[in-house]
């Protein structure tokens, strides 16, 4: 303990592993400026250490342990990039399964990593913690937690999906999925009556800044398909995992 009462880093809990959205974060400033791996007081590594116990990711009492994405932790984690980096020599060895997987899901398009790190920042500090809804979700995009979250939110939350759903009973009378023309009502009866689920088409992170959502942007589904719409990386379109769905019938 030490003389203010704050744990020591040597007592401190261990942190909880990196989650893609901070690795995301890390892999980006990794390709921006390679300098800064194993680097605790590069400039950008201690703004980054910052960003990161900020952002409504982890719990805020983890948040504030002292220890918790410290410059060193980061600079850590951007040799750990580094080991796998095949173009860069040296590097930290102990890079785990996802380092590599995000690694080498963006080392070709740099773009996309660029994007989603913009995305990650900009919804970090203003989305709010995750709701028992989030926490029970299985699957997550390539982009992070962040990002998935928000796309979920368009889906669930807001005018917008009661609007699609009341614009299709009043088109075709029903709810029918889009994929595999499952209807609630007509297997539940009144219990099913106007259930259904709302998938967004378009991913958050294909969006314009403050984009707004169009009812064309959403698509009935029922539960099964829209688990299968998000189980893979990148997610299923519509017209994907329909033609799917026709293949395995035939």
Known sequence: MSDDGQASPATQPRNPPWTRDE????LNL???????????????????SKHLRALHIH???????????????????????RAVDPSEPGGMASASALDKQVFNEFANDKAALSAAAELISSLGESLPPPS???ADEEYEGSEGKLITREHRHRERDGKLPKQK????????????????DFD???????????????????PVSEMKPHQ???????????????????????????????????????
């Open 132 to 134: 028992p809804h989030d």
């Open 184 to 202: 609630f009502h007509a297997q539940y009866g009144e219990l099913g009556k106007e259930f259904a689920e709302c998938h967004h088409k378009k």
């Open 30 to 48: 990794y390709f921006q400026d390679r300098s800064a791996a194993g680097n605790d007081t590069h400039p950008e590594v201690i703004n980054l």
């Open 165 to 180: 759903k009341a614009a299709v009973m009043k088109k075709t009378g029903k709810l029918a999925c889009e994929v595999c």
């Open 59 to 81: 719990p805020k009492v983890v948040r504030e342990r002292t220890n918790f994405r410290n410059s060193n932790e980061v600079g850590l984690k951007l040799a750990n990039f």
């Open 212 to 250: 707004k959502t169009k009812l064309d942007d959403l698509a009935i589904v029922c539960s099964n398909c829209h688990r299968m719409i998000h189980r893979t990386r990148p997610w299923k379109s519509i017209e994907e995992l329909k033609s799917l769905l026709n293949e395995s019938e035939v």
């Open 23 to 26: 690795l995301i974060l890390a």
